[in-house]
């Protein structure tokens, strides 16, 4: 279609001349579109109730029977790779309907295992993670937690009480009394060597005796020297005897030290044990709780200095590594989890490691760590909308990393993107087991789908939701009771027979189909809702077809601003569209314009130009880089088109010009091709167009007419624009024959059809087109490649053979 922005100052365009001629009244008869046909009417008695309030409340999702076989297929099939992506529009159902489908299966499914993190005593910095049945994990938090609370006052009371006195006295007098008989040992040995031990800052010193009285270091220098001598071999000879006898005093001490410290052990090990124990007993099979008790318990005995000191020396609680971090608990769920996340960034799902302040620095540590939505839906089903997943980076190679390793490895966002690398938690990684599910749009799909070969192998199921569902009396009866549903969970008022079938009847313009129904419920929604506030100020309790059609009006009129002001300007001539009369290789095309939450249609003149040359159609949008894609792919088929009907036998010698009038901004689609042609035509023909006949429609190269979209508001764009300037009732709009089906006019322009005043044309081909806009016959072509005398393709022929012998006399 056409997609104009037009701006309203411009040269003025001169009317193309028109010249009379002898032509051929055409006989061939397009008949015109019936009130009827402009839209497809749903009666109020369809409905078997005289309001919802006799229905029983939706409790399925309508219209999308692929979907739900894809999706029962995705969800139960237990094999790698099968996750799902849910491809649809917003509003049409999929969230609703993923999130019934999980939330019924997981209930059937059995509940997954809780997880702790706790500290891992050989290397901290590396939480470990321990799998407990549901339900035990906030037994085993509670446990340690009793045990952390009770620990610190039993090894106080083991190790105050008097039979600990008693055996560390023994221990010390068994000790003292070795100690002291090796002592004497020494003793007796210097002795009887002459020598005495004394004790000083050093160790000990060997001194000589003389007559039982040891010497004073005055008195050994006044001692001959030979006898100084004799005395010091004498007393190395003593000391190295000495150093002999003093190993087992060591040993001694290194036995006792051992000994206190077994029986310290033993002490504490009998204090707690009836603690531990306990435990053992309550986690009774679970192997990583043994493991972890056991390790708490050699923990404790190795650190029983800081459960002994006194409370005002101790820098640290001693008792802070044995708290239980219970990162998912399953003791309240019933079969799997299913969760959505709706905010999905890096840490929301996979989990992070939260830090405090401590002494100016950033402190973590295992007690810290946080899950994150993965976690949770461990085991169960995780539900992502695409759209929101990629607002961060990280997301998607993590979720795709978590799929292909089936684990949940949580990692430091900042090191993961590899900007810096510090010392953090690397918590053990987690047995990931469950269905991810992506909720995105047709385009995020395709993308996915072409760029990432890791998508194809993790994501092979799609369900894919439809926009539309048949217009069927089952259908409608589904309609209906989700409406009931609706009315219930909202606390709406009911609506009545003549507002559901005012509702279905905007359904079907949703839908853009007579047949078809919209499954965007929530627009249908909003609708219902907007009704209600407008049944609220009339004071009643159940909506009628005029609270629906006033909440639609009303809904345009916020919108509509940009329309009215073209259509003023149009009215007072600063756009120029000519409504009434006839004129040569001039055509009233239409285009549709969206201001992003409305869209309308707006009437644009296309004229035509044609003289003699050798340039062919020259596209004056495209000479001026106004002009996209489609829009030069339509002109080139009507090249095409023009080429294959009128030079078979001579040369096309015409140089011809193409406009959309007034536009300055931009066009584009393909809907006004069969519009160009028509005035192209018309200025080669010489035979004037009806000016009250807007056309739209693209042409292919056999001169088929095709369908085009948006054709409901163009029709009541171009009824506007007529309306204004006032209905003559000749007035109406010639479009392509494949797009009645799309029609659900707005019920004014219905009953302006009704009474005569206004007109809808359906054309198969661009003969019968011509047709209708100039009442003169288009003509067959004969067995000879000629038209019949007095016809628009003749006319056309003879105009463009002219053209060729008139090229001929200037370039012989």
């Known amino acids: ?21 002898s032509n051929t009244i055409s006989n061939i008869m397009v008949e015109k579109l019936s009130a009827e046909q402009a839209r497809h009417a749903c009666p109020e008695m369809v409905f078997d109730c005289a309001s919802t309030a006799e229905l029983t409340p939706l409790e399925q999702i309508i219209g999308q029977d692929r979907a739900v076989r894809a999706l029962q297929f995705g969800l139960n099939i237990d094999k790698k790779g099968f996750n799902v992506f849910v491809s649809g529009l917003p509003g049409t159902g999929r969230k609703t309907a993923v999130l019934d489908f999980v939330r019924e299966l997981a209930a059937k ?14 290397d901290s910095s590396r939480p470990n993670a321990i799998r407990l049945p549901p339900g035990k994990g906030i037994e085993l938090k509670k446990a340690m937690e009793e045990f952390v609370n009770h620990v610190p006052v039993a090894l106080r009371e083991a190790f105050e009480g008097e ?176 969760e959505i996340e709706l905010n999905p960034t890096y840490i929301r799902l996979f989990g992070y490691s939260e830090r405090e302040s401590r002494m100016g620095a950033l402190i973590t540590d295992y007690t810290m760590v946080r899950a994150g939505t993965a976690h949770k839906a461990n085991g169960g089903f995780l539900v992502i909308p695409a759209e929101q997943m990629f607002r961060d980076p990280l997301v998607w190679e993590g979720l795709k990393q978590m799929l292909s390793s089936e684990r949940l490895e949580m990692e430091d966002p900042v090191a993961r993107m590899g900007y810096m690398v510090t010392k953090t938690l690397r918590p053990e990684p987690i047995p990931f087991d469950g269905k991810v599910i992506i909720l995105g749009s047709p385009q995020v799909y395709q993308i996915l789908y072409t760029m990432d070969p890791d998508f194809r192998e993790l994501f092979k199921v799609k369900a894919e939701f439809e926009t539309t569902m048949e217009r069927t009396k089952e259908n409608l009866d589904l309609f209906a009771s989700f409406v009931c549903a609706l009315c219930r969970r909202e606390n709406l008022h009911d609506l009545d027979s003549s507002a559901l079938a005012a509702l279905v009847e905007h359904s079907s313009r949703i839908a853009g189909d007579q047949n078809k129904l919209t499954t965007q419920f929530a627009k249908v929604a909003d609708v219902i809702r907007e009704a209600n506030y407008y049944a609220d100020l009339d004071g009643v309790k159940v909506l009628n077809g005029g609270h629906i059609r006033r909440a639609i009006e009303e809904r345009v009129y916020r919108s509509n601003m940009i329309q009215e002001k073209i259509v003023e300007m149009i009215h007072d001539g600063t756009l120029l569209i000519d409504v009434a009369g006839s004129k040569v290789g001039q055509v009233n095309g239409l285009a549709v314009l969206s201001t992003g939450d409305y ?26 880089q106004l002009s996209g894609t489609s829009h030069t792919k339509g002109v080139l088929i009507v090249s095409g088109l023009i080429n294959s009907r009128y030079a078979i036998d001579a040369p096309l010698s015409l140089s011809a010009r193409l406009v959309f009038e007034q536009s300055y901004s931009g066009v ?74 799309n029609l659900m006019l707005k019920e004014e322009v219905v009953e302006a059809i009704r009474e005569g005043r206004f007109h809808i044309w359906p054309v198969a081909t661009i003969d019968e087109g011509i047709e209708v806009l100039t009442g003169v016959e288009a003509g067959v072509r004969n067995e000879d490649g000629s038209y019949p005398p007095g016809t628009i ?14 090229i001929k006399e200037y370039h012989p």
């Open 1 to 21: 279609m056409a997609d104009l922005r037009d701006q309203v100052d411009g040269p003025f365009v001169p009317d193309t001349m028109i010249f009379p001629r």
């Open 109 to 122: 499914l059995p509940t997954p295992s809780d997880w702790c993190y706790v500290n891992n005593f050989k």
């Open 163 to 338: 039979d600990y006195s008693k055996r560390r006295d023994a221990v010390m007098q068994k000790v003292n009394r070795e100690r002291n008989d090796i002592i004497a040992s020494i003793n007796r040995m210097a002795k009887d060597s002459g020598f005495s031990i004394q004790v000083t800052a050093a160790g000990f010193a060997l001194v000589p005796l003389v007559e039982g009285r040891p010497l004073t270091d005055q008195e050994f220098l006044e001692l001959p020297e030979a006898l100084q001598k004799q005395i010091n071999q004498a007393r190395e000879a003593v000391n190295a005897r000495i150093g002999d006898a003093f190993r087992p005093l060591r040993d001694i001490a290194k036995k006792a030290d051992k000994e206190m410290s077994e029986m310290n052990k033993e002490i504490a090990r009998f204090a707690i044990s009836p603690y531990l124990d306990d435990m053992r007993e309550q986690f009774k099979g679970i192997e990583e709780v043994d493991t972890y008790i056991d390790e708490v318990e050699n923990d404790i005995l190795e650190s029983l200095p800081l459960f002994l000191a006194p409370p005002k020396d101790i820098p640290i609680d001693p008792t802070r590594n044995y708290h239980v971090n219970l990162v998912v608990d399953n003791s309240q769920t019933k079969g799997a989890p299913a």
């Open 599 to 624: 869209s309308f249609g707006r009437p644009s003149r296309i004229t035509a130009t044609v003289g003699v040359g050798r340039e062919g159609i020259i596209d004056i949008e495209r000479q001026a």
């Open 668 to 741: 584009d689609g393909d809907s006004a091709s069969s519009t160009e042609l028509y005035a192209l035509l018309s200025a080669l023909s010489e035979v004037p167009v009806k000016q009250y006949i807007a056309v739209t429609g693209s042409v292919n190269q056999r001169g088929e007419v095709q369908a085009i979209g948006g054709v409901n508001e163009k029709v009541e764009g171009y009824f506007e624009v007529c309306k204004l300037v006032g209905l003559t009732g000749e007035q109406g709009v010639m479009i392509p024959k494949s797009n009645v089906r």
């Open 793 to 806: 393709n003749a006319m056309v022929q003879e105009r463009l053979l002219r053209m060729a012998e008139r």
